[in-house]
């Protein structure tokens, strides 16, 4: 396989000079023949970002296709790594539980589906399942869309799929207009394994406080979200 | 019926985000699985925290980090497909849905009730012990059996319904409670109510006299 992958290494590109512009360079050469397919991909438009992932993540499931996990590995395995060194500082710790992480991204490729958000947001679910596991000594208990006593939305998860590489854009652009104050917080819940609770003492703040924060952090995002033009 | 009690943000949260004690987590997903309106908000929390993730300052060294893993995954063999568990294969959809049934490890038909004073129970076991969760059976007409409120309590009916000061709670209905909250639930007249109650584990003392008289004061 001759895939060249050059994310996170700062390839310049010329004809569009953004500073968090990126080049995938994507050669799939199948069986000796040379093309050289280009797409590049800025890391800033979440949208064509997890578009891409899920054509990677759909090749892993359906041909073990190596030189595309290279790629899912390359974006998401340095990210998953300084999230779990957010609670440790032993890098040796951070780094076995990333590999953990993407070795079940690798074995459960199969089994990912539009319905378990996008392919950031699954992986996400992954990592922070592995943390749960080794940190809290805890399982993770999660609903089964397949169980009999699971009750449906009414809208199709078709719709649902449509909308979710839109809305990975749309979520990370409203992100950027919270509130200092309420970006905090969510980042130290997600990052920092704060519950509401303990995030009020660490702060100082009323329970009361954090709570609408938080409230108003959601409300602010769906907003966005629901605002499809 | 549909579902009147819904769980709030800050608690959507910490489901997400990994920090709730399993049995809170274990109570969260179980209403998840029967409310599509909770489900598709806490969609949208859970993906913030993949926007985060997209957006976090990565580490650096990939390359010996590929090299590494890309052997593991050279040598592991193929994932073979689990067969889905299920609880009951009966023809209609069990009362407990999961995540609930495996962790309780069959429906409520099998269970084996453990009596107590005005009501039978049955402890669910969590690995992580933070939070004690339960099956509470409440005869119809009874009210919940006398608790103390330490922290947090969340209760997800399953079957039959309770009412207190709130309003009255169906299946799929969650109520959190914490310690400020005195109510009284009462089980409604026309059926035994079931529902998962899930509370802060006891505080343990060191002191062994402490932990002897724990009962007797209350704590």
Same mark, same amino acid.
Request: hydrophobic letters at 40%; glycine letters at 6%; one cysteine or more.
């Given at each position: 396989?001759?895939?060249?992958?050059?994310?996170?290494?700062?390839?310049?590109?010329?004809?569009?000079?953004?500073?968090?512009?990126?080049?995938?360079?994507?050669?799939?050469?199948?069986?000796?023949?040379?093309?050289?397919?280009?797409?590049?991909?800025?890391?800033?438009?979440?949208?064509?970002?997890?578009?891409?992932?899920?054509?990677?993540?759909?090749?892993?499931?359906?041909? #073990? %296709?190596?030189?595309?996990? =290279? +790629? !899912?590995?390359?974006?998401?395995?340095?990210? &998953?790594?300084?999230?779990? /060194?957010?609670?440790? #500082? %032993?890098?040796?710790?951070? =780094? +076995? !539980?990333?590999?953990?992480?993407?070795?079940? &991204?690798?074995?459960?490729? /199969?089994?990912?589906?539009? %319905?378990?958000?996008?392919?950031?947001?699954?992986?996400?679910?992954?990592?922070?399942?592995?943390?749960?596991?080794?940190?809290?000594?805890?399982?993770?208990?999660?609903?089964?869309?397949?169980?009999?006593?699971?009750?449906?939305?009414?809208?199709?998860?078709?719709?649902?799929?449509?909308?979710?590489?839109?809305?990975?854009?749309?979520?990370?652009?409203?992100?950027?207009?919270?509130?200092?104050?309420?970006?905090?917080?969510?980042?130290?819940?997600?990052?920092?394994?704060?519950?509401?609770?303990?995030?009020?003492?660490?702060?100082?703040?009323?329970?009361?406080?954090?709570?609408?924060?938080?409230?108003?952090?959601?409300?602010?995002?769906?907003?966005?979200?629901?605002?499809?033009? | 019926?549909?579902?009147?009690?819904?769980?709030?943000?800050?608690?959507?949260?910490?489901?997400?985000?990994?920090?709730?004690?399993?049995?809170?987590?274990?109570?969260?997903?179980?209403?998840?699985?029967?409310?599509?309106?909770?489900?598709?908000?806490?969609?949208?929390?859970?993906?913030?925290?993949?926007?985060?993730?997209?957006?976090?300052?990565?580490?650096?060294?990939?390359?010996?980090?590929?090299?590494?893993?890309?052997?593991?995954?050279?040598?592991?063999?193929?994932?073979?497909?689990?067969?889905?568990?299920?609880?009951?294969?009966?023809?209609?959809?069990?009362?407990?849905?999961?995540?609930?049934?495996?962790?309780?490890?069959?429906?409520?038909?099998?269970?084996?009730?453990?009596?107590?004073?005005?009501?039978?129970?049955?402890?669910?076991?969590?690995?992580?012990?933070?939070?004690?969760?339960?099956?509470?059976?409440?005869?119809?007409?009874?009210?919940?059996?006398?608790?103390?409120?330490?922290?947090?309590?969340?209760?997800?009916?399953?079957?039959?319904?309770?009412?207190?000061?709130?309003?009255?709670?169906?299946?799929?209905?969650?109520?959190?409670?914490?310690?400020?909250?005195?109510?009284?639930?009462?089980?409604?007249?026309?059926?035994?109510?079931?529902?998962?109650?899930?509370?802060?584990?006891?505080?343990?003392?060191?002191?062994?006299?402490?932990?002897?008289?724990?009962?007797?004061?209350?704590?």
């Amino acid at each position: 396989m001759t895939t060249v992958l050059s994310i996170g290494q700062a390839t310049c590109q010329t004809s569009k000079p953004l500073a968090a512009q990126r080049e995938y360079a994507v050669r799939p050469a199948p069986r000796g023949v040379a093309r050289t397919d280009k797409m590049a991909v800025d890391l800033n438009d979440k949208k064509a970002l997890n578009i891409l992932m899920r054509q990677k993540l759909f090749a892993v499931a359906t041909s #073990r %296709d190596v030189a595309a996990f =290279e +790629e !899912l590995f390359r974006y998401y395995g340095p990210r &998953v790594r300084a999230y779990m /060194a957010k609670l440790c #500082r %032993d890098g040796q710790l951070a =780094e +076995e !539980l990333m590999q953990e992480t993407m070795v079940a &991204v690798w074995n459960k490729a /199969a089994l990912y589906s539009p %319905d378990k958000g996008n392919v950031s947001t699954w992986i996400f679910t992954i990592a922070r399942n592995q943390r749960i596991d080794h940190w809290r000594k805890a399982n993770r208990p999660d609903f089964d869309p397949n169980d009999p006593a699971f009750v449906p939305a009414e809208i199709t998860p078709a719709d649902a799929a449509f909308d979710m590489n839109e809305d990975a854009d749309r979520l990370h652009r409203a992100m950027e207009t919270l509130p200092p104050e309420q970006l905090e917080l969510l980042k130290l819940s997600f990052f920092e394994e704060a519950s509401h609770g303990s995030i009020s003492e660490k702060l100082g703040l009323p329970l009361g406080t954090v709570k609408s924060r938080i409230r108003l952090a959601f409300a602010k995002l769906r907003t966005a979200l629901e605002d499809r033009s | 019926m549909s579902i009147v009690h819904h769980l709030e943000e800050d608690i959507l949260l910490d489901h997400a985000a990994g920090t709730l004690a399993e049995g809170f987590s274990l109570a969260v997903a179980t209403h998840l699985a029967i409310c599509p309106a909770c489900r598709e908000r806490y969609a949208m929390i859970e993906g913030t925290g993949g926007a985060l993730l997209e957006d976090i300052e990565p580490a650096t060294d990939t390359d010996a980090s590929w090299q590494s893993l890309r052997t593991r995954i050279a040598g592991a063999p193929l994932p073979t497909a689990k067969p889905a568990r299920r609880g009951s294969a009966g023809g209609s959809a069990p009362i407990l849905p999961e995540p609930l049934r495996s962790y309780v490890g069959s429906d409520v038909d099998a269970i084996h009730w453990k009596a107590m004073p005005g009501a039978a129970q049955f402890i669910i076991q969590t690995r992580d012990g933070r939070a004690v969760a339960r099956l509470l059976r409440i005869p119809a007409g009874k009210p919940v059996p006398e608790h103390t409120h330490r922290g947090m309590e969340m209760t997800l009916v399953l079957s039959g319904a309770f009412s207190d000061e709130d309003g009255t709670f169906t299946r799929g209905d969650i109520e959190i409670a914490d310690g400020s909250l005195t109510h009284q639930p009462v089980a409604t007249d026309d059926a035994d109510c079931i529902c998962l109650a899930v509370t802060e584990a006891p505080l343990k003392f060191k002191s062994w006299i402490v932990r002897l008289f724990q009962p007797v004061l209350g704590i």
